[in-house]
């Protein structure tokens, strides 16, 4: 880290801490002097980026893993598996899963570019500095459309069974997704001059483009935290079997009172379904308030502190993430290896007609897990009347949507 002995605590002399004071004739500065504190503060938020692009990092190479043995067995398991199981993405939510580790990736490696200013004292202009307005604009632009994508996927797939196979569709989302975002960043560089400057601790889009900044982010985060809340919290009455929807009027919505007989395990994913909302408003509202008010609020700045702790929570939505996929979508991306899919069977039939309830057919009746076996993982009640003992695969989870 430099030696600090410039101006007002900084390393810069008298005349690059002047280059770095915003004014009239220069309001986006190229330089920016950090403190001491500062500097601390920007090492923090890129171990914090170094966390969440390690914890990724280290998922690719479980799925690699996995995928190997799995090709390495690959007889075995089609046996086991004959419907192609055994395919890495099986499911569009597989994609999208994906997609996002990869944007993770990409808005980590954005924070850890912020150790050359903690190690410098100096945010400065050029080459790096656009380099890594970029991959921050793409990452963290890229991490808020899938995180939405997957929200409205999930409720749509959960609530009306619709898309829950329709792959080739999440290709094409993901596509249109990586194209918006390389020519939202190209487009804006290509365009202006000092489109990526010192913010004033690390380099992304000038405080002068803020419709820039609105488009290309803000609106899409706080799109993304509004969609989670208004579509998980329902999830969540769905996964415990208190709502469903009509098979035949897609708007008619019913809701149950709560069952004290439902499981243990039916409960816990239901309870997932919150973290989803929760851990994005911890990583989103605390770095919007931080930069809002940096932009806005010129007679009384945020302190460095409270900006560093807002992106060092940011910066954390990588391990987040990871953290969500194995607790609460630990069957995604071949996590668990075939063996473990093949399950006993639990068998259930309709006690008012004798009729079976088999996985081909299981889309035909109310989509509630409280009415649609196995797609939380627990074979549990299929409706308010009593129900007996049918044969159901429980392979149908939560995870396939």
Known sequence: MATLGGVNGTVCNAHQYEQSLPSLINPDPSISCLTHGQSIGLALTAEASFISFASVIVVFILIGVRTLALRA???????????GDWKLLQVPTDIYMLSLFA?????????IFDVRWAHNGIVNT????TAQGIIQQIGELGVGLVTLIIAVHTFVTALWRVGHQARWFAFGVVALTCVFLALWAGIGNGLHKNYEVP???WCWIGPRFKSERLAGEYIWLWIALFASLIMYI?????AE???SVDDKKWYMIRLYKSDEAVEYSQRRAALGMLFYPLAYSVVVLPLSAARWSMSNDKKAPVPSAATFFAVIMFNL???INVLLFLTVRPRLLLFTPPEEHVEPEIELTR??????IFPDDTTKYNHSPKQNVGVLGSAFEGSRNSITMSRVSSRQRFEDI
């Open 73 to 83: 067995n690959i007889l075995r398991y089609r046996k086991a598996l004959p419907n």
């Open 103 to 111: 944007f993770d990736i990409l808005q980590a490696i954005g924070g």
């Open 126 to 129: 050029g080459p790096y500095c």
């Open 199 to 201: 913010t004033p601790y």
């Open 234 to 238: 329902p999830l969540y009455f769905w």
């Open 241 to 243: 079997g208190r709502l």
């Open 317 to 319: 939505s990588g391990a």
């Open 351 to 356: 006690a008012s007609n004798g009729s079976g």
